[in-house]
C-alpha cells in the first residue's frame, strides 16, 4: 500500500503561482512513476504531468508544457509540482498518483494504482 497527501493548493490571481507537493509514505520501492492530473468543475480527471521515481524522466500535458514543472525529493519521497503562469482555466482539483510498474502508459487514469484526496486550485481573473 501507497498512501499519498497533496498540500499546497490555494487561491492565486491569474499570472500567478502555486508549488504544491505530494507526500508518500508505505511500500515505495516498486514506485515507477507519480503523476499530478486534475479535474476542473464539470470536467473529466485530466493528466497533467508524470515523473519515473528512479531516472527522473518527465512527462507534461500540452496545455501545462513551458508553465509548470515536475520534480521529486526521493529521499522525502515527496514529488512536486511548480505551477507558474497560472490561469483560469487551471483552476480544479489537484490530485498525485502512483503507478506501480511500468504500463503502456504514463498519461493513462486507469493505469494509476494509489491516489491521494487532492488540492483544490483556484486561479480567478
Known amino acids: 500500500q501507497v498512501q499519498l497527501v497533496e498540500s499546497g493548493g490555494g487561491l492565486v490571481l491569474a499570472g500567478g503561482s502555486l508549488r504544491l507537493s505530494c507526500a508518500a509514505s508505505?511500500?515505495?520501492?516498486?514506485?515507477?512513476?507519480m503523476g499530478w492530473f486534475r479535474q476542473g468543475p464539470g470536467k473529466e480527471r485530466e493528466f497533467v504531468a508524470a515523473i519515473t521515481w528512479s531516472g527522473g524522466i518527465t512527462y507534461y500535458a500540452d496545455s501545462v508544457k513551458g508553465r509548470f514543472t515536475i520534480s521529486r525529493d526521493n529521499a522525502k519521497n515527496t514529488v512536486y509540482l511548480q505551477m507558474n503562469s497560472l490561469k483560469p482555466e487551471d483552476t480544479a482539483v489537484y490530485y498525485c498518483a502512483v503507478q506501480r510498474y511500468p504500463k503502456s502508459s504514463t498519461r493513462n487514469i486507469a493505469e494509476y494504482d494509489y491516489w491521494g484526496q487532492g488540492t483544490q486550485v483556484t486561479v480567478s481573473s
Open positions: 508505505g511500500r515505495m520501492f516498486s514506485t515507477y512513476i
